[in-house]
């Protein structure tokens, strides 16, 4: 969409601003992770590097929400740390397979 | 560092535009790959997903690039695709071993 918003009358040619609003609708990023060393690092270096303007990233901590191991692992989680992108899991290094978490 | 760069005569106050440039030292990323399938779609949803405000991505394609494997397995590249962030590996999911590239 865009949105003009008033013009410089200064120089010849009157200038006009148009700010081009870029589509908002952002990618959802779910990092699913157990809190363990590997975890901690990942998030920061990965998770928190996605671009905040293409990407909603969804930090969800699996030992503390057991409720969401389900469809991590319908989304094809098998350990952690996982980022799921575009329903596409993407394991990251290793941390603790999904198993550790159900126990 | 600010700029100045004019302003605008219309209405009751001038209005100065400042745009501040926020520091533009990048974060280095080496998006490490052997032109597999696990490694295409890693590069797309994850080093294509970084934010290009704040890191460099480097593509490098060790199949071809054979130079390049040295430095990778010195920043501790096991298999590919990997990703380096502040001389961090992360392997994603798994593409192929570095051996397979030595062949």
Chains 1, 2 share one sequence.
Do not use: W
């Amino acid at each position: 969409m865009a949105t003009v918003i008033g013009g410089a009358s200064g120089g010849s040619s009157p200038s006009i601003f148009i700010f081009l609003e870029r589509s908002t609708m952002k990618t959802p990023a779910t990092f699913y992770h157990a809190g363990c060393p590997v975890c901690v690092e990942a998030e920061h270096q990965i998770a928190e590097a996605l671009d905040p303007d293409r990407y909603e990233v969804e930090l969800v901590h699996l030992g503390e929400q057991k409720d969401r191991i389900a469809a991590a692992e319908a989304a094809g989680v098998k350990s952690v740390p996982a980022l799921v992108i575009n329903g596409a899991p993407f394991h990251i290094n290793f941390g603790a397979p999904m198993s550790a978490l159900k126990s």
